[in-house]
């Protein structure tokens, strides 16, 4: 099967059928088109996981410029500097960087002034259910206790709840491992489908009702976080990837960030105006999958751009 069926099975379900969309795009003299896949109302035979469906393009492009310049050029000539959703996009953005003599290229994530709660799947955090006084430091990570939330280390290592498609009655699953909050986030995204937002009130009395009837005791991850970075396309993916020990904004000025060739590609925090080659992408994330509304509310908003 191929990739983009894929992610038409997946669309229809949530929408429907509503995806039969296209977009164009001018690049520079040529006219280019960039489709959503035209869906099919045929049966639904699989539940696939938000990683399989991506359908950017990566342009590595061989020229040192600051970040800002970076940013225009992709603009211009492509959608925009590189957006990355998980480590698939990671894996195909470095394939893309095809010169082994380039240590640092420019992807699309920068600072921003504040520091906001987020969900791990995109939806910005309207609904907060904080226990009293709480949030009450600098912690950016969130966990649950008897149905209210608490900030807490990143590094600390909880048990967690991941929303799932195995779970046709609550979509919730339970993951009795203990683990630090972004390895809790891996491992929802690669067996489930991540880290449970709880969006409404509604949402919050049946996540407790889950681990009442579960008899989880203590302290659990959710999928609340918060940094602040933002991607230059307005995505709203939490996906990260630092190198160890970043960012640490070193000196003040780390405003912009670079994938690291000798640390695997991992990120780092830069000045942004550091000349390096960059990464473009082209086109929509497809976004995909089953119960969780959440996935598809992200989908929406890809649409509604599709359509204006
Ligand atoms: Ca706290
Ligand atoms: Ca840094």
Not at 143 to 148: D, I, R, V
Not at 268 to 276: A, E, G, R
Request: aromatic fraction near 10%; charged fraction near 20%.
């Amino acid at each position: 099967m191929s990739l983009s069926r894929l992610c038409c099975e997946c669309l229809l379900l949530n929408t429907r059928g509503l995806c039969s969309q296209k977009r164009e795009k001018k690049k520079d003299h040529e006219s280019r088109k960039t489709f959503l896949p035209l869906c099919h109302q045929h049966q639904i035979k699989t539940l696939c996981s938000v990683s399989e469906c991506v359908q950017r393009q990566y342009h590595f492009i061989n020229v040192k410029k600051n970040w800002t310049e970076s940013q225009r050029y992709c603009r211009e000539n492509y959608t925009d500097l590189a957006t990355v959703d998980n480590m698939n996009d990671m894996n195909e953005l470095k394939k893309s960087v095809n010169d082994e003599g380039v240590q640092r290229v420019w992807i699309g994530l920068e600072r921003t002034g504040h520091n906001k709660w987020q969900w791990s799947s995109g939806d910005p955090a309207l609904y907060l259910n904080w226990a009293n006084g709480q949030p009450d430091g600098s912690d950016e990570c969130a966990f649950m206790t008897n149905g209210q939330w608490h900030d807490g280390k990143c590094s600390d290592s909880w048990t967690f709840i991941c929303s799932s498609s195995n779970n046709m009655n609550t979509g919730l699953v339970f993951v009795n491992q203990t683990k630090k909050w972004r390895d809790a986030q891996s491992h929802c995204r690669q067996n489930h489908i991540d880290l449970v937002s709880v969006r409404n009130q509604n949402e919050s009395q049946q996540l407790q009702k889950f681990i009442n009837e579960s008899l989880i005791s203590g302290d659990v991850w959710i999928g609340l976080f918060r940094d602040s970075w933002r991607w230059s396309d307005q995505s709203n993916s939490s996906f990260r990837y630092w190198n160890t020990g970043e960012p640490d904004n070193n000196g003040g000025n780390e405003n912009c960030t670079a994938i690291e060739r000798n640390a695997q590609g991992q990120w780092l925090d830069i000045s942004c105006n550091n000349q390096f080659p960059f990464v473009c992408h082209e086109g929509e994330q497809i976004l995909t999958n089953t119960h969780n509304p959440s996935i598809t509310s992200r989908y929406l908003k890809v649409h509604t751009t599709c359509l204006t």
